[in-house]
């Protein structure tokens, strides 16, 4: 309990922090910076391979649709503690403590899911967005589930990346504690933020890993979809690529 407590104190410090920099931390190391500060509050190593999550390519080029399994609150924070990118979210994110902040400040695409007029106009947005040349994280499974591969992965957002002609790159996000995976991070159904920040804050040596897994060939909707989910729920890295390290301790910030 203790424990927990004093890295919820250290949380509240990390978010003043970034608070108090205002317009600065929409630029994106501070906004990494931030991301990582969070994870090290709550005593959360973060694992990442050197690849950027943005598949490189020229200069003018479209951005990339990173697709990625979608588990916790945490996720978020974690995929930007590696690479500071947009985010389409379901609208409600934009309201979570500790996230909201941080999904706001990226510039973050919010969409009303259960609206399915909205969705040709969150289509053609993304696609504007990945044209401009910014990668975009988004949940194909468009809710949290205590695992990957978890639900299956919707197919419209694969159709902003076909219609910008935007490289897509499947990464999975997976919870770890002594090496064993773990749900102790899993926020789902009716559970309030309290209750799951409380759980995470007095769990030992939690790790998060954000693996990222080589381009989907751009073919269709329907294929891309199906080989992002397999992607995410095998979890290998790309091939070829350096292996997963620490980018972030335990207790980074204590």
């Not at 608070?19 to 990582?36: C, K, T």
């Not at 695992?147 to 996000?173: C, E, K, M, N």
């Not at 080989?227 to 207790?251: F, H, I, K, N, T």
Request: aromatic share 4%; net charge positive; charged share 20%.
């Amino acid at each position: 309990m203790a424990e927990a407590v004093r890295r919820c104190a250290a949380l509240a410090c990390a978010l003043a922090r970034g608070v108090s920099r205002g317009d600065r931390l929409a630029e994106p190391e501070a906004l990494r910076g931030q991301a990582r500060s969070i994870l090290g509050a709550l005593g959360i190593r973060l694992v990442a391979g050197p690849e950027p999550l943005t598949v490189p390519g020229g200069r003018g080029g479209p951005g990339t649709l990173i697709v990625a399994n979608h588990i916790s609150w945490l996720d978020v924070v974690a995929v930007l503690a590696v690479e500071p990118v947009t985010l389409l979210a379901k609208r409600e994110i934009g309201q979570w403590p500790v996230v909201g902040t941080l999904a706001r400040r990226v510039g973050t695409r919010f969409i009303d899911r259960e609206e399915l007029r909205e969705l040709p106009r969150a289509v053609a947005d993304l696609a504007s967005v990945l044209r401009s040349g910014r990668s975009v994280l988004v949940f194909p499974q468009a809710t949290t589930w205590c695992s990957a591969p978890g639900g299956r992965f919707r197919r419209a957002t694969f159709q902003a990346a076909l219609d910008a002609g935007a490289p897509v790159r499947p990464v999975t996000i997976s919870y770890e504690q002594s090496g064993a995976p773990s749900t102790v991070a899993a926020f789902l159904g009716d559970e309030d933020f309290v209750t799951s920040l409380r759980r995470v804050a007095g769990a030992s040596v939690l790790t998060v890993r954000v693996t990222a897994h080589a381009p989907l060939p751009l073919t269709d909707r329907r294929s891309m979809a199906a080989e992002a989910l397999a992607a995410v729920g095998g979890a290998q890295p790309e091939p070829g690529s350096a292996a997963l390290r620490p980018l972030l301790p335990y207790d980074a910030a204590s």
